[in-house]
């Protein structure tokens, strides 16, 4: 028999793509300019010209056979030490070329840090609200996650729910700041305090408990007031997963890495283990011509200021209707409270309207819908008078 797992994975897809697909039919039936589709993170603006100008240098003057052949498994080792470099003239770190290893987006570094870390039984701890996928990429790696409910309307971290969550199989704790699919970003005292409580569960287990930073949201913060504290300098068990499909609207192209902090006191075993779990998942050697891209382009970001225009319209909007929203200071989502009990119900009830969001039941918080904003502004515009109209039909007051 073959594994009734991966059928039922395969058979039914995450409630995302299942709108995205409702979408495409949907434009179909009606017309693009007829639906207004929040269903999905797919970056809306263009990839930055330095970009592609990169792209087309590498394809002209770098050999073709090199180009398109393999590297270390773990990645080129330049484009590891520009990796490093950046990192430690950008936050003061003194990693090395072996601090990294390079894969196909945040998806497959999670899954390789993951399995390099847990043993059947183990727990991941998270924050609720979370990307859906945690559970399945946990879940894979034997273990189970532990989805840990957030401070009410804030989102941020419930430290008291926190504590009584860990116990003697945690292995660690995952966050994702600027968070999907709140647009949360956790304080600098947020940090500090989660470090003092995993360094003190980890004495009290006698084992390392690891910190897991997912960050492809990580430039996507539109306070310059706001920063996102960089966990290796808080908490010596971290590791981060960073992408570049959000900052340089590259999803498409699937590439990232997995970072190892150097003054981890079992660094070495770490590394290793990350490098054998991507031995045997088979995330070896990400594509060569898009790890010569980062190697170029690794501090460049897309415009955001098109997203900021977006949520501060659709904020001011939806607050003006009569909607409970917590405001996101980062990502490109953003967590509105249903008006009703049923999340669900709310978001089926949005289609009447051909607005497409996302119930928050998946992300482990019932009672809420995500609207990805990291849309073209004009189909912004189109929709809010739809909003109005949903507000409308549940007989909410303006402000």
């Known amino acids: 028999m073959i594994n009734r797992k991966n059928v039922q994975l ?16 949907r434009k179909a039936e009606i017309g693009d300019e007829n639906v207004f589709d929040f269903s999905i993170g797919n970056p809306s603006v263009p990839t930055p010209p330095e970009v592609n100008a990169a792209i087309k240098e590498i394809v ?12 270390s498994a773990q990645g080129d080792f330049e484009v590891r030490k520009t990796l490093a470099d950046y990192t430690n003239a950008r936050f003061g770190t003194t990693l090395n070329a072996n601090c990294f290893y390079l894969t196909c987006g945040a998806a497959a570094s999670l899954t390789i840090v993951l399995n390099a ?23 894979h790696a034997g273990g189970k ?14 430290f008291k729910a926190l504590e009584g969550a860990i116990t003697a199989h945690t292995k660690g704790v995952i966050i994702n700041s600027p968070n999907n699919p709140s647009g949360v970003v956790y304080t600098e005292e947020e940090i500090v305090k989660l470090a003092k409580i995993l360094k003190k569960h980890s004495e009290k287990y006698g084992n390392p408990i690891y910190l897991i930073a997912d960050e492809p949201y990580r430039e996507l913060v539109y306070d310059r007031s706001i920063k996102v504290p960089y966990i290796m300098n808080y908490y010596e068990y971290s590791l981060v997963c ?66 900021k225009r977006n949520r501060d319209k659709l904020y001011s909007a939806l607050t003006e209707y009569g909607f409970e929203v917590a405001k996101p200071d980062g990502a490109f989502y953003m967590f ?20 497409l969001i996302v119930p928050g039941n998946d992300f482990g918080c019932g009672g809420y819908a995500r609207v990805s904003y990291c849309v073209a502004p004009e189909m912004l515009d189109r929709a809010i008078p739809a909003f109005e109209k949903l507000a409308e039909s549940y007989g909410l007051k303006h402000c």
């Not at 395969?10 to 039919?25: A, D, H, M, P, Q």
């Not at 043993?119 to 991941?124: K, M």
């Not at 840990?148 to 419930?158: A, G, L, M, N, Q």
């Not at 509105?336 to 978001?347: L, M």
């Open 336 to 355: 509105v409270k249903s008006p009703e009990k049923s999340a669900v119900d709310f978001c089926e009830r949005a289609k009447k309207y051909e607005i």
């Open 60 to 71: 002209e003057t770098y050999d073709p056979v090199l180009l398109h052949g393999y590297t």
């Open 117 to 139: 870390l847990m043993n059947s039984g183990d727990e991941i701890i998270t924050f609720a609200p979370y990307f859906p996928e945690y559970r399945v990429f946990t879940e």
């Open 10 to 25: 395969g058979t039914v897809r995450s409630c995302i793509r299942e709108l995205f697909e409702y979408g495409k039919k």
């Open 242 to 307: 960073y992408s570049y499909s959000k900052s340089l609207s590259l999803p498409g192209e699937r590439i990232g890495y997995v970072g190892v902090y150097d003054k981890m006191p079992n660094f070495s075993e770490v590394y290793a283990a990350v490098c054998g779990a991507g031995r045997s998942l088979g995330f070896v050697c990400a594509p060569n011509l898009f790890q010569q891209l980062i190697k170029k382009v690794y501090n460049v970001t897309s415009d955001i200021s098109i997203y």
């Open 145 to 158: 996650l532990v989805a840990v409910k957030s401070e009410e309307r804030t989102f941020h971290i419930d």
